[in-house]
């Protein structure tokens, strides 16, 4: 059965996978099978031989959040001792640094703080489009775009409308963590439904906002909940798409890091539940991705959960992109991540050495001029790279 599913998936114009089908190819079908024909899939939609990657960097502006979610190791309630908000100041030492290394986008995030006002937010926007003109600013997720719209008494949309029209230009896809109530629920009582992610998602790109989406696997969910979550996307990408607006940009999933987290120890073999994701999960999971959305054009492997190597290999079997440098990241990294920093020359390498050629690019996938950082630093010479697939 599986065979079939995934035969009917080759070539340019394949017919729409189907969430049953596409857990079947998920459960069962053969691993080099699944990537070979997701990585042609991935030609087709993204032909050269070309692998993006931007220069950018987190910055998490506060830990101060009322949300409690289950598996977040990087909040702290309001009133705790370790809580911390920065100061517009603080903030713009580290766009600075950004500057200094060609940044282009900031992916800024935080809490749901409940002391700070929208005008906290749209002066800290104009304060940094004016002082860094040249980057782009991607913040903040749909939950803390609910909190700001809470602590103001205003709806989601006047929020979004107000940090547009101070310059923002992007709401990056986090918090969509798994998009199915049964799991949300039990993982995030107070965010609320998959519904409410979805509405703000939706609310951003009305205003064409750039958008991303994110899946977060290994909650003990079942491979029918995390197609299911790619399903509650295409939907949404489906309307943007049919109103003439963009909608997300790309997909990019992650396993749960759970480390040093109580949510982790917690469950760690209770009902003989594995938490998280082996790289075989994870690289199937990139690969049933690529071939459930035909209307998202970019999959991204997630180096900082799964190293460099494995984000390689995501190339092979679906992934166009390897993320971002991120230069720090507090809130994944929180719960045991140790990398959170990728240096411009380790992706442009680990591109290189798969066989494919590294390209920047900005936050919409523009390309942009690369200079060959890697070629100054390593002495061996590149593989050559790969052939094109074609539907021979
Ligand atoms: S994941 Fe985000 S919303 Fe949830 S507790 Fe952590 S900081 Fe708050």
């Known amino acids: 059965m599986w065979m079939e599913i995934l035969e009917a998936q080759r070539g340019p114009s394949p017919p729409r996978l189907s969430v049953e089908d596409a857990a079947i190819l998920y459960e069962k079908a053969d691993f080099n099978m699944l990537r070979s024909v997701a990585l042609e899939r991935r030609r087709f939609m993204n032909p050269g031989n070309h692998v993006t990657y931007m220069i950018d960097r987190n910055v998490n502006y506060t830990n101060v959040c009322t949300i409690n979610c289950q598996f977040c190791s990087f909040y702290r309630p309001p009133g705790h001792s370790e809580t911390y908000t920065q100061t517009y100041e603080q903030i713009s030492v580290r766009f600075t640094e950004l500057e200094e290394v060609d940044g282009v986008r900031v992916l800024m995030q935080g809490g749901v703080n409940p002391e700070l006002p929208l005008e906290w937010y749209t002066e800290l926007i104009l304060f940094l489009r004016k002082e860094h003109p040249s980057i782009a600013l991607d913040c903040f997720s749909p939950i803390e775009i609910e909190g700001i719209a ?131 999960e994870y690289l199937r999971h990139v690969a049933v991705s690529r071939l459930f959305f035909d209307n998202i054009d970019h999959i991204q492997g997630s180096w900082p959960t799964m190293g460099l190597d494995i984000a390689q290999m995501a190339l092979f079997g679906g992934a166009d992109d390897i993320g971002s440098t991120m230069m720090e990241e507090n809130v994944v990294s929180a719960s045991g991540t140790e990398k959170t920093c990728a240096l411009e020359v380790e992706l442009q390498e680990a591109v290189r050495r798969a066989g494919f ?26 593989p050559p790279p790969l052939q094109p697939a074609t539907n021979a």
């Open 357 to 382: 050629v590294a390209l920047r690019r900005d936050s919409d996938y523009n390309l942009l001029e690369t200079p060959d950082v890697a070629s100054d630093v390593q002495g061996f010479p590149a």
């Open 150 to 280: 809470e602590v103001c008494n205003l709806s989601t949309l006047e929020v979004l409308t107000a940090l547009k029209e101070a310059g923002m230009h992007g709401l990056p896809g986090g918090g969509a963590e798994m998009l199915v109530d049964d799991v949300r629920l039990d993982i995030s009582p107070k965010k609320g439904s998959a519904e409410n992610w979805l509405r703000v998602m939706h609310e951003a790109q009305s205003l064409g906002l750039t958008t991303s989406a994110t899946n977060v696997i290994g909650f003990g969910e079942t491979e029918l909940h995390r197609v299911k979550h790619m399903d509650r996307i295409r939907d949404l990408q489906d309307q943007a798409i049919t109103k003439g607006w963009t909608g997300f940009t790309s997909f990019v999933a992650w396993p749960v890091q759970l480390e040093t987290n109580v949510f982790g120890k917690r469950n760690r073999g209770r009902n003989r539940i594995e938490l998280g994701a082996g790289p075989t």
